[in-house]
């Protein structure tokens, strides 16, 4: 997998895209959809990364580099103002208005990180592979899971 550590500069991420199966993510305007190659709408979990270090986006499923592009863009969010969220795809405007295309996500995530950098190689496949949560939290019975769980079934 290769895996830049250059500084992560945002992203925002969507886990799909038109047809909902893949992971992608832009970075700043004019708009550059792009997405992976591998399906994530299957049921299975799914451990994904995307970078950006300001030359390149990459993404990686399941420990494996997926898809890699040049950016057009060398910085986040200085000529379009969007109110993105995660998983949803917002191509919003202003605050709390209509997100426009709905690319929403349907499913569970957890464990989510967010750095200022972007993670080695070795960094990305630890938080893969360790055999032990590096921050255990029992989620059974846990009111976001719940949430989730319900809106999934919906």
């Not at 997926?66 to 998983?87: C, F, L, N, Q, W």
């Not at 690319?103 to 360790?130: C, N, Q």
């Amino acid at each position: 997998m290769a895996a830049s550590s250059s500084a992560l500069v945002s992203v925002t991420i969507y886990l799909l895209l038109g047809n909902l199966d893949y992971v992608a993510f832009d970075t700043c305007c004019g708009i550059h959809d792009w997405h992976g190659k591998t399906k994530v709408a299957d049921d299975k979990w799914h451990h994904a990364v995307v970078f950006f270090d300001g030359k390149n986006k990459r993404i990686c499923i399941d420990d494996e580099l997926d898809a890699e592009v040049k950016s057009p863009h060398k910085v986040m969010g200085k000529a379009i103002t969007r109110y993105s969220y995660i998983g949803i795809g917002s191509e919003a405007g202003t605050f709390d208005t209509a997100t426009g295309i709905n690319w929403a996500f349907k499913g569970i995530m957890d464990e989510f990180f967010l750095y200022d950098r972007a993670l080695t190689a070795k960094e990305v496949v630890h938080l893969a592979t360790v055999p032990v949560n590096p921050f255990p939290v029992d989620a059974k019975a846990k009111l976001a899971v719940s949430w989730a769980q319900i809106k999934d079934e919906q």
